[in-house]
């Protein structure tokens, strides 16, 4: 059984509006064993609604819609529905119930605008929304396909993120569930640090050739993080997760120095955590990341109980007031170079009074490289209770992913420490 997903609206094509609705109801279909076979964006123009209609109803058995079914003017798909399926909009007893309870929780009087959103197509069974005013719609309609039989079944929900979530989540995917039985699926994401996709990929090429035929994998590189994303599917569900976790277990035996976690690990929250548990403190000491790795580290809910704070040093003159860089070291090695963040790492670790310092210089770029150090070059710096080390990366030419990249191999190497 196919699902196609159309998102209505203007500010799609545009770029005024990030398309996350798509990528939320993909994942959560998926997880859920359907199969999601196309996305479609389109305008809120009546012609571009009703062609996307048809063609999607002949290629799926399952069309979900998301955006136009506000109160404004602009907000033309349930008008529109009722072109595609022949009927008309109705008053809806019930749904303006729900509108007036919402607007009384929320002190408000219901305006004779938002009294249009209580009229639904005649035809169709409307969803409740307990956090909106715009009902769900759903539709079955014969769509003549060769060889396919039984109605096709539209669904169109608002396209407000949370009130199409909380719609997914109560009625539409537990209706979809008990009418198609789709098979079990089980996805397991094993998280990487510090080699490439290319790389990655030959070291475990052979495990990849010999995976199950009910095992797929899939690469998902982003800056600084390889993902693999190991999907099993079957009619057993405890069988698919048993396979699935077997050939997860040989992943950890080839590349162990590589994985760093798995599904929704952080590496910001693992360090964390290893630093809780030995009751340590951790100070940074930033200059080409200007207070990323700091932004990482507090973003995590309670870090303050072993994270004390940063020094963003990012000129010169500061690396050497603050952080107290002989200005012979950073005349005859320059800022991007071992001595300068090891010296970093300790006037950090004495000035914040910490037992660990991440320090970190590098040219994030387009400007400041040279031959002899390229955009990319970072040096970073990791000092312990005992020791202090330095490790050169060459992270490439573009100054968000230098940044993104030399934070998350800070803390992966700060990570490491910890663990051994």
């Not at 940063?310 to 170079?337: C, H, R, W």
């Not at 955009?375 to 992913?401: C, H, M, N, Y």
Request: with cysteine; glycine share 8%; proline share 4%.
């Amino acid at each position: 059984m196919n699902i196609e997903i159309i998102n209505i609206g203007d500010e799609l094509l545009i770029g005024q509006v990030v398309n996350t609705n798509a990528s939320w109801m993909g994942e959560q279909l998926s997880l859920e064993g359907f199969t999601v076979n196309q996305f479609t964006i389109i305008g809120d123009t009546r012609e571009h609604i009703l062609n996307a209609l048809w063609k999607a109803g002949e290629r799926s058995e399952v069309v979900l819609i998301s955006g136009g079914i506000g109160p404004t003017k602009d907000d033309i798909t349930k008008t529109t529905l009722c072109d595609f399926f022949g009927t008309r909009l109705v008053f809806n007893e019930e749904a303006f119930n729900d509108v007036e309870e919402l607007f009384a929780r929320r002190g408000y009087q219901v305006t004779e605008l938002n009294q249009q959103q209580a009229y639904l197509p005649e035809d169709c069974i409307s969803i409740p929304n307990k956090v909106g005013t715009a009902r769900g719609m759903w539709f079955e309609k014969d769509i003549p396909v060769p060889g396919r039989s039984g109605k096709t079944i539209f669904v169109s929900m608002p396209g407000v993120p949370f009130e199409m979530q909380a719609m997914m989540k109560d009625h539409i995917i537990p209706e979809l569930k008990t009418r198609f039985h789709p098979k079990s699926i089980y996805h397991k994401t094993i998280l990487t640090q510090g080699i490439g996709e290319s790389f990655l990929a030959k070291i475990i090429e052979e495990w990849e050739n010999n995976l199950p035929a009910t095992i797929r994998l899939a690469y998902l590189p982003q800056p600084g993080i390889v993902r693999l994303r190991l999907t099993g599917t079957g009619e057993d569900e405890t069988a698919v997760r048993a396979l699935v976790d077997k050939e997860v277990e040989k992943l950890y035996v080839l590349i162990p120095e590589y994985i760093f976690g798995a599904d929704d690990d952080r590496l910001e929250v693992l360090v964390g955590k290893l630093l809780k548990e030995k009751k340590c403190t951790l100070g940074t000491a930033e200059s080409c990341t200007g207070g990323y790795i700091a932004h990482l580290l507090t973003s995590v809910s309670g870090s303050s109980a072993y994270y004390k704070g940063s020094i963003i040093a990012y000129d010169n003159e500061v690396k050497e007031q603050m952080l107290g860089i002989m200005p012979e070291t950073l005349e005859e090695f320059g800022a991007v170079s071992s001595e300068v963040v090891t010296e970093m790492a300790i006037g950090a670790q004495h000035h914040l009074n910490v037992d660990y310092v991440i320090a970190i210089s590098g040219i994030a770029g387009p400007d400041g490289g040279s031959e002899e150090k390229p955009v990319g070059t970072t040096w970073i710096a990791i000092a312990t209770p005992d020791e202090v080390f330095a490790k050169q990366f060459l992270f490439g030419d573009s100054r968000d992913r230098n940044i993104r990249r030399a934070a998350l191999q800070a803390l992966n190497m700060l990570r490491k420490n910890l663990l051994s």
